[in-house]
């Protein structure tokens, strides 16, 4: 299965998002903020990155950006797990290397096919 970094500056949300994972069987790690997910990814290499884009600091979209300038992270899937659903800020995710897009609140089987999908 696949190591996930998760990145939320909610706590809950991370738990729910981890909770999800773990379930069908995925490990996952998790960070508070963009920069705590750099320190992470730069660390250990994973196999996807679930991100929020409203984060204090760096954003979601920020932290897309900077994961793509790492080695190792040029294709990794990286999705954008948020309460904005703006058409102009997904397109800036897009630009900036995001995988994909969900809205919160998520449902957790959509979250699992959507995972399967860009990992396969």
């Known amino acids: 299965m696949a190591h996930v970094l998760t990145v939320d500056d909610s706590i809950t949300m991370r738990q729910m998002v981890r909770f999800t994972l773990a379930s069908a069987g995925h490990q996952v790690d998790e960070a508070g903020n963009a920069d705590e997910a750099l320190e992470r990814a730069r660390a250990r290499r994973f196999d996807l990155v679930v991100a929020d884009v409203n984060m ?22 990286i999705l954008m797990l ?5 058409a102009a800020l997904k397109q800036a995710g897009k630009a900036a290397g995001a995988t994909g897009w969900l809205v919160k609140p998520f449902d957790p089987d959509t979250l699992i096919s959507v995972l399967r999908r860009v990992l396969d």
Do not use: C, M, Q
């Open 56 to 77: 204090p600091g760096r954003s979601g979209i920020e932290l897309v950006k900077a994961l793509r300038e790492l080695p190792g992270y040029k294709f990794t899937p």
């Open 82 to 86: 948020t309460t904005e659903s703006d």
